[in-house]
């Protein structure tokens, strides 16, 4: 197996979870939120989104779906353009609303597309390459692309809980 197939399999089960999280929720459903502290749904699988696109973007050298494709526009939220939702408070977790579920699989499903179509043409070799010299040690493609499937892993599992408790 090549490194980019295998990059595209592990981002391919991150969406899979995703479409399965979401598949079939009512709007409450999207929003409930277990506790006060707690994340939705929705915020979740936006920040799923985020993250990929944001991460994988800046390691591509290009514009993020999110504004490059109207997703930003169309979701309307009353946040900063370029949040990702690292370090949200409850109550900016609470912004993320009036998403249909529907929407929320679309943006992810762009940024899927767009992260496979990057990932197909990596190498062994191009995981070395610095992305990020703001850590000690730098930032690599390689640790970059697995800390993104690592928090989508970690955040698509919350989604998944959280869904048993607010849809059973």
């Known amino acids: 197996m090549e490194i980019n197939e295998l990059l595209a399999d592990a981002f391919g089960r991150v969406r899979g979870e995703v479409a399965e999280v979401l598949d079939g929720l009512s709007q409450e459903h999207l929003e409930a939120r277990p506790g006060p502290g707690a994340n939705s749904i929705a915020w979740l699988v936006w920040h799923i989104a985020r993250v990929q696109d944001d991460h994988v973007s800046e390691a591509a050298g ?4 999110w504004t490059d494709g109207g997703w930003e526009e169309r979701f309307g939220l009353d946040l900063p353009p370029g949040d990702t939702g690292y370090g949200h408070t ?3 977790v609470g912004r993320v609303s009036g998403v249909s579920g529907a929407d929320l699989l679309a943006y992810y499903e762009a940024v899927h597309a767009r992260t496979l179509e990057y990932v197909s043409g990596l190498t062994a070799a191009d995981l070395d390459r610095v992305v990020d010299v703001n850590w000690t040690p730098h930032v690599t493609l390689g640790v970059r ?3 993104v499937i690592d928090d989508n892993q970690q955040h698509g599992g919350q989604a998944a809980y959280v869904r048993g ?4």
């Open 62 to 65: 290009r514009e993020q779906a």
């Open 90 to 92: 409850p109550e900016q």
């Open 145 to 147: 692309l697995v800390s």
């Open 165 to 168: 408790l607010v849809a059973g």
